[in-house]
């Protein structure tokens, strides 16, 4: 859009996840405005496949809304250089336990919340799950689950699966897989 531009940008805070900055905005008639931006180096997400058809999925606690979550395992990459597909092996293991030499690409580029955040995720699939022992860093705790995908879509069209991230990568295994 050639339109609307950034003509400065201030970074508010730098913090371990991601950088706030507020960016000043042009607008072709003169209007500016500013607007606030998440900067993010990225992540991936794994939809961790039982032999039985079963999905594992982790339950932790999220501050922002002060009760715990149930998602797919995910983590943000180490650097934006960083393949999201190594992450997405490091983050299997490290959340679940399990790892995999079976990972397939399923949803490439997924923004979380594009109105504020360059946050983009790839999701990925992972079959024939190895186990091995959970690596949580010392502020994680981490049960993990395992749903067929119904009961998943269940609590997709009940709410009680919020996560987007989660959302989009479950009902994308579904169409996909025809599940």
């Given at each position: 859009m050639d339109h609307i531009k950034r003509v400065g940008r201030t970074l508010i805070h730098h913090g371990r996840i991601f950088d706030y900055y507020q960016d000043t905005m042009l607008t072709d008639e003169g209007h500016t405005a500013v607007w606030d931006c998440i900067e993010h180096k990225g992540a991936a997400c794994v939809i961790p496949v039982r032999e039985d058809g079963k999905i594992l999925l982790v339950r932790q606690f999220r501050n922002p809304l002060q009760t715990e979550s149930l998602e797919l395992p995910a983590g943000k990459r180490d650097s934006?250089?960083?393949?999201?597909?190594?992450?997405?092996?490091?983050?299997?293991?490290?959340?679940?336990?399990?790892?995999?030499?079976?990972?397939?690409?399923?949803?490439?580029?997924?923004?979380?919340?594009?109105?504020?955040?360059?946050?983009?995720?790839?999701?990925?699939?992972?079959?024939?799950?190895?186990?091995?022992?959970?690596?949580?860093?010392?502020?994680?705790?981490?049960?993990?689950?395992?749903?067929s995908v119904d009961e998943l879509k269940e609590m997709i069209f009940n709410g009680t699966i919020q996560d987007s991230k989660t959302v989009a990568g479950i009902l994308a295994y579904a169409v996909k897989y025809g599940k």
């Open positions: 934006k250089e960083e393949p999201t597909y190594a992450c997405a092996v490091r983050e299997l293991e490290e959340e679940t336990g399990f790892r995999s030499e079976d990972i397939e690409l399923i949803l490439p580029g997924f923004i979380t919340c594009i109105a504020y955040s360059s946050e983009q995720i790839d999701i990925y699939v992972a079959r024939n799950l190895i186990p091995t022992r959970q690596h949580l860093d010392e502020d994680e705790f981490i049960d993990v689950e395992a749903y």
